[in-house]
């Protein structure tokens, strides 16, 4: 408590008259000394006794340090035995009491996750400090960008490995049999262990993809660490939480949000949006899976080829089931792309048996008896939710409207005309083949009865 309480005085007159945003320039002198003293004291006390293995690069030969996995509050010490390098914190860690103002003596590059420029402004100034030629201390990130239980490396976010320079990995270890890092009181000694590996250079290739060259680094980082990777991000916690307030089993959340993103072109809004439309398909079922019943159910429809050759699309991995992974996929890949106007209109223009550019609850009926060979279906439900109205007729505005928030009806409509396309081919290979079988033979007996002339 002394030394916290030294150290927060210390920090005060460190920090005064030094911004953290606008034209910051870095501290110099007694101060990053005196406090790189202080903290080694302090976490002398809370019973940590540092190892540390190989050789910390200058700022020359590695601008930035990449440090993996981080799991704890207390992984600061590496900011303590690397000489208080710059480093990347949300912007909530300012007003942690006494230890935000320890922060701001590192002077970071802060990072808002309400802030929709902040990781343009965020990416700028690391590469302005990574390029700096020295006049900036070593910038030190930890490239997760969140907290894990270290038994596995997430996504790196890609920050650091933008400005295309040397970067220096540095993982951490907690060799202790007892987490007892997790608690702020103990009577245990931790000897975190802190490797500095060999400094990365990037390739040519590396410089201008940052991805490629976040993956190379973490796999060195994990190999090194002998965990596993996984393409988890802060992202599916956020899903995760989203799950959960929709009455989902949290895991619902997990999908893999980079890969999906960068594959798919999705940003986290757009599969949020989709977490709710599946929310409301899966709210009645266990576990966050859906069977083929529930999503007819969903559909306001029965079970029928059309349905299940749809549904058979969206599960992937074959199991009799959707998972919420496999509904955002089959939703971008499949349904959005036929929910085109030419394939409304078309739609519409079926529905829309006498041409007079509205669909009766008859005509809606009609078809769907017809393209579903159901003789008894009722559809006056679903009918009523695409008539918003109450006109007990649709326009092709109410039409468009219902197919853009429910992209199912559109491959279900593409699925169905597939379907008849396939069958009606199939009738004319059927009948082309009984065709030439019947000319075969005729040409057969034409030719025995000139062999039988001859």
């Given amino acids: 408590t002394l030394v916290v309480l030294v150290t927060w005085c210390v920090a005060v007159i460190t920090t005064f008259m030094h911004p953290l945003k ?13 406090m790189a003293f202080l903290g080694r004291t302090y976490y002398f006390f809370m019973g940590f006794r540092v190892v540390v293995k190989g050789q910390q690069a200058s700022s020359a030969e590695a601008p930035i340090l990449v440090v993996a996995p981080h799991s704890t509050f207390f992984d600061g010490i590496v900011c303590i035995v690397a000489g208080l390098p710059s480093t990347v914190s949300r912007t909530e860690n ?41 006049r900036w201390p070593q910038l030190l990130v930890f490239p997760e960008g969140t907290c894990t239980n270290r038994s596995c490396l997430i996504t790196f976010k890609q920050g650091a490995f933008v400005p295309g320079v040397p970067v220096q990995p540095v993982v951490m270890r907690y060799p202790n049999r007892l987490d007892t890092h997790f608690l702020v009181f103990h009577c245990f000694d931790i000897f975190p262990l802190l490797q500095f590996l060999p400094p990365i250079v990037p390739t040519e290739e590396e410089r201008k993809r ?63 949006k989709e977490l709710d439309g599946f929310a409301a398909m899966a709210c009645s079922c266990k576990g966050g899976h859906i069977n083929i019943q529930e999503f007819a159910s969903f559909l306001k429809l029965p079970v029928n080829p059309a349905l299940q050759e749809l549904f058979t699309l969206f599960d992937r991995n074959g199991d009799g089931t959707i998972d919420f992974r496999e509904y955002v996929i089959g939703v971008t890949i499949l349904c959005r792309p036929a929910n085109t106007e030419e394939v409304l209109r078309t739609a519409f223009q079926l529905f829309d048996i006498d041409n007079d550019q509205r669909i009766t609850l008859e005509e809606f009926s009609s078809l769907l008896r017809s393209a579903l060979g159901v003789c008894d279906l009722n559809v006056s439900k679903l009918f009523k939710e695409i008539d918003t109205d109450s006109s007990d007729y649709i326009t092709f505005l109410e039409f468009q409207a219902f197919a853009l928030n429910h992209p199912e009806y559109a491959k279900l409509f593409t699925t169905y005309l597939e379907l008849q396309r396939y069958q009606a081919f199939q009738g004319v290979e059927s009948e082309l083949s009984s065709t030439n079988h019947i000319n075969s033979k005729d040409n057969q007996e034409e030719s025995t009865s000139d062999k039988k002339d001859d």
């Fill in 94 to 134: 300012l007003d942690t009491p006494i230890f935000g103002r320890f922060l701001r003596c590192l002077q970071p590059v802060l990072v808002s996750r309400q802030d929709p420029d902040s990781r343009k402004n965020t990416i700028m100034e690391i590469e302005s400090r990574a390029k700096s030629g020295g």
């Fill in 210 to 272: 940052p991805m490629l060259f976040a993956r190379a680094v973490r796999d060195v980082m994990a190999q090194s660490l002998g965990v596993p990777v996984t393409d988890h991000t802060y992202e599916d916690c956020r899903l995760m939480i989203s799950a959960g307030e929709l009455t989902l089993p949290m895991e619902a959340g997990l999908v893999e949000f980079t890969k999906i993103s960068h594959k798919l072109n999705l940003k986290w809004d757009n599969v949020k």
């Fill in 22 to 34: 606008g034209a910051v320039e870095p501290m110099t002198g007694w101060r990053r000394t005196v």
